[in-house]
DNA sequence: CGGCTCCTTGATCAAGGTCAAGACATGTGG
DNA sequence: CCACATGTCTTGACCTTGATCAAGGAGCCG
């Protein structure tokens, strides 16, 4: 189907599922998941899915990271998540019916579950415990987007920066240095806070002056986290 | 209970309900709820439910407008929905299983029925087609939530006034000379927008001005749609 | 080494927030 | 019914924040 299908992992061994909904599965539900699945490599830069297409399936990411964005006025990117290994991506528009509301580009090179539509919202239709887990998600992501847009509403630059990095750290694991294991270019992290890569830059350099931060390339570590905090105003 | 409980509406014989998922129950189930559900009264001005607070139950509007909204620093409401008949509130939170993200405020006198936590849970649990109807409508609301963090970080204050003009238009019916049938203070509809008051009156006056929308008092009547909706950039 | 792309910093400017004052509307008690 | 108080609306003046433009620096790759 897709050109770098892959090997297939099995659900059954997976990790990566018992992060999900998926585990709620029985015995004949994951091996059926298993036969209807497709596992995908994915290189950084390519895309998932597009905004305003209707998709055909769900992902559960196994292994790399997916920025999950919307394209605004002269190709202006907003992120509204970055996905991780055991996230299930592109559920909303499934479940909602709708088309895509944003689009999927890996960060990190990733290894990607294709679940179809068809047997999952068979799943989602018959099993209780599977779809309270998906309510659970939706409702969970809907509270996070929620607090995002008191933020942007009410928040200046310098504390949507503060509380992005903050959003990394509890994202994301750090290296032996304590610099967070994750790397994202100015205009991407400008991208989440919603603002200018400028202004961002600017940020970060001052967090950087005093002593709340370090940055070393793309890598940052929070040094100060009380103050972090303080600033984000969390 | 409540002081203020008034007499019940039979479910059977209620229009909203068919608006909502409470249409999937069975008769039993709707025998159940009917017996299980209290309907109350609530003024303008009172708070339904607080931010921060664990919910005992949903709450179902049968008459009248709500307004959703989280408080930010030094007490700035940000608006995050406008409730009328026909909607369920308060369900994220109960489903989520976390303390509420927002505050529910009468904004016209209103009949709202109370449906316990856990009746609620067990028609969510035991009927898969209201628990995809709730699938549905959480993750409709996450698509409306993820659109408005594009506008928030993207989009100017006119072209959010203008916006936040048609999103009325689009819930509320209009009177006979053409007003929006909804009267909301200058501060709220700036706390829907994300700006200051004075702000939004600016727009509102511009707007006038260029004879896009007409005011008489709280009423707004759109004059020309499609300049409207081009200044709002949809 | 030249040609990329990304990062950084400075200068400038406009959008929108804040403050203040007056207009208008509404309600209340005398 | 008036006088007064209170709250909302409106407008003007001013100033801050952050966007934009421009230029130079750093890192990377063929």
Redesign the interface.
């Known amino acids: 189907m897709k050109s770098n299908e892959i090997e297939n992992i099995f659900c059954e061994d997976c990790m990566m599922r018992l992060k999900t909904g998926f585990k709620t599965l029985n015995k004949d539900e994951l091996e059926l998941l298993d036969y209807e699945k497709s596992c995908i490599f994915f290189k950084k830069g390519e895309f998932i899915y597009r905004e305003g297409f209707r998709g055909n399936g769900v992902y559960c990411i196994n292994k790399g990271i997916v920025k999950i964005f919307?394209t605004?006025?002269d190709g202006?990117e907003?992120i509204?998540k970055l996905a991780k290994a055991g996230d299930l991506i592109a559920?909303?528009?499934i479940?909602?019916?709708?088309l895509s509301?944003?689009s999927a580009q890996v960060i990190e090179d990733s290894v990607l579950c294709f679940i179809p539509n068809k047997i999952f919202l068979k799943f989602?239709?018959?099993n209780?415990q599977f779809?309270?887990h998906?309510?659970?998600l939706?409702?969970?992501?809907?509270?996070e987007?929620?607090?995002?847009?008191?933020d942007?509403?009410?928040?200046n630059i310098r504390e949507r920066v503060a509380e992005v990095i903050l959003l990394l750290k509890e994202t994301f694991d750090e290296d032996k240095d304590g610099y967070m294991d994750i790397s994202l270019s100015r205009e991407e992290i400008a991208n989440i806070v919603?603002?200018a890569t400028e202004s961002t830059i600017r940020q970060l350099s001052d967090l950087k002056k005093e002593k709340v931060i370090d940055l070393k390339g793309k890598k940052i570590k929070i040094i100060d986290l009380k103050k972090l905090t303080r600033i984000s105003?969390i």
């Open positions: 919307k605004g006025i202006k907003q509204l559920f909303r528009s479940l909602s019916n709708e509301c944003s989602a239709m018959t209780p779809s309270m998906l309510i659970r939706s409702c969970k992501e809907l509270g987007s929620n607090k995002y847009i008191l942007l509403a009410q928040k919603g603002t105003g």
